[in-house]
């Protein structure tokens, strides 16, 4: 997956979940809290795509350092969580 | 119980306004339909349509004292009016009839504002001095009856129901965005919002007082949380008892036969056993059951009514019954609803009506007292995160909202999270409700360029000193006394729904020696998280132990779900562009958008956000059509008892006519 790939998946679950079109009203940085687009619920749906979606699971000391609060610091994390993911799996176990 | 209507006039030919008080009657006939009267005097009218419940014989309305100066148009029951005529008596007033109207009269003739707080129920007023033009209306400090004012040209209107302005007919309503933008933030109007533009509620605790061109508004009678505390358990369990046994005791005051409202839950079926218990028969009871498991509690009301032996009546809804009567009670209700679940009780109070029954009671209240809301164990929980180790944290989170999907053990480390960031305040004063008012957000989404949608609640809640003075759970109390239950559970799903059917519902629980008796107990013997534990464990021995034991279950009906299985005609108002056009204040994009997801998703997909907005979006389009557009259903004048003191010599009683 590139990294436009996986942006753009998140993008477009978002847009669609929440009704929402990020332009240059509505920039990809805005806190989606505070502009309305997300609640509890949505917060959870979101975690849980990311889960299923990327096979990235949350841990509660990652969590504990802060809520991610708009589509680039989602964006962002999953790209680091991806990386992550690719170096775990081609470091050789010793 | 009734309708009240009238206006007050500075500067206008008298000529019609005989016409224009009875056509505001008619408006409001269902509120009241036993008898319609009114008085017009060189200054105004003033009208009641009347459901006769007390004194039927004598309760002719408006009243006037002996000296015919002062004439009172009275809607509700003043459940301590007995106590109160002894005191007035002692005062050296006499009365005529044994009706508590009158008793309200003298009490404000006698003690002026400072009667409100001494006045237990619920009731509106307006109180006219023929001499001066000088006119008084009044609310009680729950908001259980309404009273709406305008200022329209050189009249100041105001009525029971805004629909009676449509009597008028240069009388636009306009919708206020930013009022709207609030009343989806908050998932209910403030007391004195309404959605329409220059149409005000009287504050709750309220009176307006009008002479000339100096109008006042203050709020007069407070709701108390500063109860001495009760010494120990067995002691608070007794007060309980008491203080409902004798509110339940007032509210069967009534010429009529008493019905009680049975939900499954554990309030009305407490309701029900003091009833029972006092009159020595059970009543008869009432209940709502639906066709979907999931929403119904019939087993739970079935047993309670077994265990009474009372005649039950149950009237069973289906998805495609909300989505019917929808439009019919929203017109009743006046006010943008957040949810269906108003609807069914439109229902429920036809069935009440067509068994005879006038007056029920039932349990609304006991949850704001008693700490019963999730809300407040949500509190208390982000109030002492900080105090408490994760596995505390987890278990009562995990313990929170059971009946959501999204509070379950896999979810809990995202959402302990959230709540970490929401343990600390973010809208000053507002920390209990912050969570709910994000969700709310979602909803001011519906309104184009929104301004902050808690711009009046922050205002209000600053300026009062009540609030400032008290911790988290108390000012959660507050919000909630202040917004869903005057705003949405005592009118809309309240007396809106019940008056349709000419149905007067009493409140037991919002009595003030109930709510003292609560808040000697509230937290005192135990951390908040069983929900009122205290009343459970007050009537345990005289309920089923399943009742006793039942958590709460909300009241739910189907919601776009209702939309998806019937269809009415009237869903083009959000279906079409050009329909949505005609609210420009609307995001017709973010509504249209809306409106397809709710319509066509599977309903498991339907989040509980996006189903309030939706229900939102339906009611400002139809109270568009009914107010805006004055597509309400015509109202036939119904021939109106009226006393014409139009340039009447001051203590004369006028002439008699029927306005038809």
Known sequence: MTDADFRQKLRGFIEERFLVTFDADFPEDSDLFREGVMDSFGYIQLHRFIESEFGIAFTESELAKGVLVSLTQFQDYVGRRLDLQTDAHTIPRA | ?660
């Open chain 2, 1 to 660: 119980m009734c309708g009240v209507a009238g206006f007050l006039s500075f500067d206008s030919d008298p000529g019609d306004f005989a016409v224009r008080i009875a056509d505001m009657l008619a408006r409001i006939r269902h509120r009241g339909p036993d008898a319609s009267g009114a008085m017009a005097c060189d200054h105004g009218a003033i009208g009641v349509a009347r459901l006769s419940i007390v004194d039927v014989a004598n309760g002719d309305q408006p009243m006037s004292d002996s000296s015919g100066r002062y004439w009172i148009a009275y809607n509700g029951e003043v459940y301590n009016h007995v106590e109160l005529r002894r005191e007035l008596e002692d005062k050296g007033c006499a009365f005529r009839t044994r009706c508590d109207t009158e008793v309200v009269l003298q009490a404000w003739l006698t003690w002026g504002p400072d009667c409100l707080a001494r006045l237990n129920g619920g009731f509106a007023f307006a109180i006219m001095d023929i001499a001066t033009g000088a006119l008084v209306l009044a609310r009680d400090r729950f908001g259980k009856r309404p009273l709406f004012y305008a200022r329209f040209g050189d009249r100041l209107l105001f009525a029971s129901e805004m629909k009676a302005f449509l009597a008028f007919p240069d009388f636009a309503f306009r919708q206020d965005p930013e009022q709207l933008a609030a009343i989806l933030a908050q998932w209910t109007p403030l007391p004195t919002q309404t959605g329409f533009e220059g149409v005000e509620s009287l504050p709750l605790g309220g009176c307006l007082e009008i002479r000339s061109a100096d109008w006042r508004v203050r709020s007069v009678a407070r709701l108390p949380f500063d109860a001495p505390p009760a010494v120990d358990e067995a002691s608070a369990k007794a007060q309980i008892r008491s203080a409902l046994r004798r509110s339940v005791e007032l509210r069967l005051r009534s010429d009529v036969e008493v019905g009680v409202y049975l939900s499954g839950g554990l309030d009305s079926a407490i309701i029900a056993r003091l009833v029972t218990d006092i009159t020595g028969a059970p009543p008869k009871t009432f209940s709502i059951s639906f066709e979907d498991a999931g929403l119904d509690e019939s087993p739970a009301q079935r047993e309670m009514a077994a265990a009474l032996g009372a005649e039950h009546h149950t009237v069973k809804i289906a998805a495609r019954d909300v989505a019917a009567d929808f439009s019919v009670a929203i017109e009743h209700a006046e006010i943008p609803a957040f949810r269906c679940a108003f609807a069914p009780m439109y229902r429920l109070a036809a069935l009440t009506r067509a068994h005879g029954v006038k007056v029920t009671l039932s349990g609304e209240g006991a949850d704001e007292a008693f700490l019963g809301y999730d809300l407040f164990k949500e509190t208390l929980l982000r109030t002492h995160w900080a105090e408490q180790d994760d596995a505390t944290r987890k278990a009562r989170l995990a313990s929170l909202y059971p009946h959501l999907d999204h509070y379950g053990a896999d979810d809990l480390a995202p959402l302990m999270a959230l709540y970490q960031q929401f343990s600390v305040e973010r809208l000053p004063g507002l920390f209990s409700h912050e969570l709910r008012f994000q969700n709310g957000r979602f909803a001011a989404r519906l309104i184009r360029g929104a301004k902050e949608p808690f711009a009046a609640i922050l205002q209000e809640t600053a300026q009062d000193g009540d609030f400032a003075a008290v911790g988290p759970t108390q000012k959660a109390q507050w919000l909630e006394y202040r917004t869903l239950l005057p705003g949405y559970l005592l009118s809309t799903q309240g007396e809106r729904m019940s008056l349709a059917h000419g149905v007067e519902n009493r409140c037991p629980f919002l009595d003030p020696e109930v709510i003292a008796a609560a808040c000697a107990s509230n937290l005192r013997f135990d951390d908040g998280f069983t929900e009122k534990r205290l009343l459970r464990l007050a009537f345990a021995d005289s309920l089923p132990e399943s009742i006793v034991n039942r958590r709460k279950f909300p009241y739910r009906a189907p919601d776009a779900a209702a939309f998806q299985a019937g269809r009415p005609d009237w869903l083009e108002l959000v279906l079409s562009d050009a329909e949505l056009q005609k609210l420009p204040f609307l995001d017709a994009r973010f509504a249209s958008a809306l409106a397809a997801r709710a319509l066509t998703r599977p309903v498991a997909e339907i989040s509980t956000k996006e189903d309030q907005t939706f229900v939102f979006l339906l009611s400002i389009v139809l109270l568009h059509r009914a107010f805006v557009m004055r597509r309400l259903a015509p109202a036939p004048r119904a021939p109106t008892r009226l006393r014409d003191l139009r340039s009447a010599p001051l203590h004369s009683q006028g002439n008699f006519v029927v306005v038809t």
